[in-house]
């Protein structure tokens, strides 16, 4: 099986790839995967038959001409599509069909999951405090404690105050220069991750969608959306 997994930055990436190849390996899978992080989630095109722009490099402004390229050559093959990124702003669950939607349009012969992390990827993160405490032993539980799972709430700074001593002058500076650190806050404490002990919802949305799909050979929107 072929599992291929576009993301919408380096530090979704990492945690996305560590859960799916850890899930697969439960299930007993004989796979092989590729990862492939985007600049960001962007917006879907407003002509999305059309060819993307030539410079464009985000996620959604790519999905519908890799979809229909994913389905020219990877149609009725063993393959899985995993589509992760942040909902950010939007409503989860209309982010999560608009995206369905797309894929049952431009890649029919797919099965294409959706991974929606509820604000940020870092709500997956939050939703492992085990694997937070061994990657950051110095970690600060008051911050953890105060954190309601998959709450809209700045994800990514609740993170930051639990387990850097700088936390305010980082979250001061932020974006850009904040990319690297949560890059490598994703890459240390996703090693020790384990799927089976996420409390995360929209994280166990995506599990169960996932899982169905290694079970099932048929693109997984023709029988039920998560």
């Known amino acids: 099986m072929l599992i291929e997994i576009l993301s919408e930055d380096k530090s979704g990436a990492v945690v996305v790839q560590r859960l799916a190849e850890r899930i697969a390996e439960n299930e007993g899978v004989d796979f092989e995967l590729h990862v492939h992080p985007h600049r960001g989630c962007g917006s879907f095109p407003k002509d999305m038959d059309a060819a993307p722009p030539k410079f464009a490099s985000s996620l959604l402004d790519l999905l519908p001409a890799k979809l229909r390229a994913y389905n020219k050559v990877y149609g009725g093959k063993d393959v899985i599509l995993i589509i992760a990124m942040d909902s950010d702003d939007n409503d989860p669950q209309e982010l999560r069909q608009m995206i369905y939607s797309c894929a049952s349009k431009y890649a029919p012969d797919i099965r294409s999951i959706v991974g929606l992390s509820t604000e940020e990827i870092e709500a997956w993160v939050l939703g492992d405090r085990d694997a937070i405490r061994a990657a950051y032993p110095d970690s600060r539980m008051d911050v953890l404690d105060s954190y309601e799972q998959d709450s809209v709430c700045g994800t990514w700074e609740v993170l930051c105050r639990a387990i850097s001593e700088n936390a305010e002058e980082l979250i001061e500076i932020g974006y850009p220069a904040i990319g690297h650190y949560k890059a490598l806050w994703a890459e240390t404490i996703s090693r020790y991750m384990v799927p089976q002990k996420n409390i995360s919802p929209s994280f166990n949305t995506f599990k169960m ?16 959306e998560f």
């Open 209 to 224: 969608a996932f899982v169905t799909a290694l079970k099932n050979p048929v693109p997984i929107y023709r029988r039920r």
